[in-house]
């Protein structure tokens, strides 16, 4: 179902994982919220009047729910929220109201729905656009959108060219159905699949002033209501079948309690389905007569949705890591969301150059999606704050495989990726010995260098904190048992760039003298590379180092 379908939430639809208020003062907070609210607003127009999704359903609905919240944060500074259906409305009045529907957050807002109710029903949520059909003694007298649930334009054209709308149904009298028109998608798994863009291609098919017999064959129907049918659903459902709307009955499934709920929502989430859908509708069986509905949402149906394939968060700080060989990682901490039973709390940009583009800063709120199921990504910035916050990027000309053998000022994170990655699998594989270990030993200021845990006493190491009695007596036998490394194991700790099929197996001495096309002669290596194994060898921190292996007695230095 489109974005209007729930454009408003119950005041009990609280979520567990809903952010605290922000600590702004009233003049910031007046300006974040009418910012969001522009922003909205924009949005709105665009899907509206123009046919166009700058962000997507989802993400729209995070940002509604986002204003919503500030403005129960800051009531002195909330607005009345402007109507997103505002100049939407149609020329042809809808027979019957579209209602469109709550949202609920989650489990206990679902549970919280449920429970005074009896004569339950549940439905998928179908991706596409809404339609009003009016039959007259069998016959299909008008197809209307939703408009603004109360006025729709008038598709009766098209709908005559769509083979799922029946143009004859035996029924005398007036008959009002109340349905989704949907792209068909045959087998599609809405937890693999995603939204595929399918209510944008009914949308813009039937925005055109005719439809091709290809394009209209792609359309289909799903009746989710019939507002003058019978008054229990049960004998609505048995009419519908009567009438020919099979599908639409079979998806239609009683509940009792919050488990049935769960089950179908994860069954049809997971499922094939000939359609895309964004969630469940929960139905009371009995509700009133379609001539009393409003176009807002009512008390007697509501939306569950699926979870989240993108979450909408704040940027709460930007954190610049520089890895062992230079490289500068941005990474954004955030504001914890849930993505698919995951909390994310941080999303690395990759790269320098693409944080400068984005420019997230904190207060910024960012769309995030999971690659591959596993690792968080940041998609874009949704939208910024009126505040931006300064943020002191390091220099990428101050960073290089070469640069941070202490830990000095702006050489922290390198000299601790490069302690890491010396003890670790890449280089010494020091067991019991990883991150942890070397926080603690610098922490209590013994690495002013890479390799000082080599003179380590033990008596030094077990009065360190963190480290009991039995553990600095394990430590010990781990660092002393790395001077019988292989010469060119320690090469490869110490950072030396890879050098493709050429032989590490002399000394210190044999592999310094050679030059650059010597290096370059060995199969995988080139003139770039080449010229970074000549300067590792010649740089002065690498020769200090050196110096300190042949007094801890390591072969080849």
Not at 42 to 49: I, K, L
Request: glycine share 8%; with cysteine; hydrophobic share 45%.
């Amino acid at each position: 179902m489109p974005r209007w379908i729930a454009l408003y939430l119950l005041p009990f639809a609280l979520d567990s994982f809903a952010a605290p208020c922000p600590a702004w003062p009233p003049e910031r907070a007046q300006r974040e919220l009418t910012t969001l609210s522009a922003q909205i607003a924009e949005w709105d127009a665009a899907y509206h009047r123009q046919g166009q999704s700058p962000i997507s359903d989802e993400l729209y609905d995070q940002a509604r729910q986002r204003l919503d919240d500030w403005q129960a944060c800051f009531p002195a500074q909330a607005s009345a929220p402007a109507n997103p259906l505002q100049g939407t409305a149609g020329e042809v009045r809808l027979p019957v109201a579209q209602t469109g529907l709550n949202k609920l957050r989650d489990e206990a807002a679902v549970q919280q729905w449920l429970q005074p109710r009896h004569e339950l029903w549940i439905q998928p949520k179908v991706d596409g656009v809404a339609v009003t059909l009016v039959y007259r003694d069998g016959v299909l007298q008008q197809a209307l959108s939703r408009g603004d649930g109360r006025f729709g334009q008038d598709w009766t054209s098209q709908a005559r060219l769509i083979a799922a709308i029946p143009q004859q149904l035996a029924e005398p009298g007036e008959l009002l159905l109340q349905g989704e028109l949907y792209w068909r998608l045959p087998g599609h798994v809405q937890a693999r699949d995603g939204g595929a863009g399918a209510r944008g291609k009914v949308a813009g098919a039937l925005a055109r002033h005719s439809l091709d017999s290809r394009t209209a064959a792609q359309i289909g129907l799903f009746v989710w209501d019939w507002p003058n049918g019978p008054e229990s659903m049960a004998e609505r459902l048995a009419g519908l079948r009567r009438l020919g709307f099979v599908d639409s009955v079979e998806a239609t499934q009683p509940i009792t309690d919050l488990a049935a709920a769960r089950h179908w929502r994860e069954h049809w989430y997971r499922s094939a389905l000939p359609f895309a859908s964004d969630g469940v509708v929960l139905r009371q069986g009995r509700r009133p007569a379609g001539s009393s509905w409003a176009a807002e949402p009512p008390q007697w149906a509501a939306a569950w949705k699926y979870p989240v394939a993108q979450a909408l968060t704040e940027v709460r700080a930007v954190q610049f890591n520089i890895g062992r060989s230079g490289r500068i990682t941005p990474v954004l901490q955030l504001q914890p969301v849930q993505l698919d039973g995951r909390s994310i709390q941080r999303v690395s940009l990759g790269s320098l150059q693409r944080w400068q583009a984005l420019d997230a800063r904190p207060g910024d709120q960012v769309a995030i999606a999971l690659a591959g199921l596993t690792i968080a990504r940041l998609d874009s910035v949704v939208w910024r704050s009126t505040e931006r916050a300064a943020v002191q990027a390091p220099r990428a000309a101050d960073y290089d495989a070469l640069s941070c053998w202490h830990p000095d000022a702006g050489c922290a994170s390198q000299f601790r990726a490069r302690l890491v990655w010396l003890g670790g699998k890449q280089g010494l594989q020091l067991s019991g010995v990883g991150a942890g270990t070397w926080d603690k030993l610098q922490a209590a200021g013994k690495l002013n260098g890479l390799l000082d845990w080599l003179t380590l006493k033990p008596q030094e190491l077990a009065t360190t904190p963190g480290f009991a009695a039995r553990s600095a007596n394990t430590l010990q036998q781990s660092f002393a048992g790395a001077r019988q490394r292989p010469f060119g194991q320690w090469l490869k700790a110490l950072g030396l760039p890879p050098s493709g099929a050429a032989p590490l197996d002399g000394d210190w001495d044999s592999l310094a003298a050679r030059d650059a096309q010597q290096w370059d002669s060995f199969n995988g290596i080139g003139a770039q590379r080449a010229q970074q194994l000549v300067a590792f060898f010649h740089h002065p921190e690498v020769l200090a180092l050196r110096r300190q292996l042949q007094a801890a007695g390591v072969a080849g230095f």
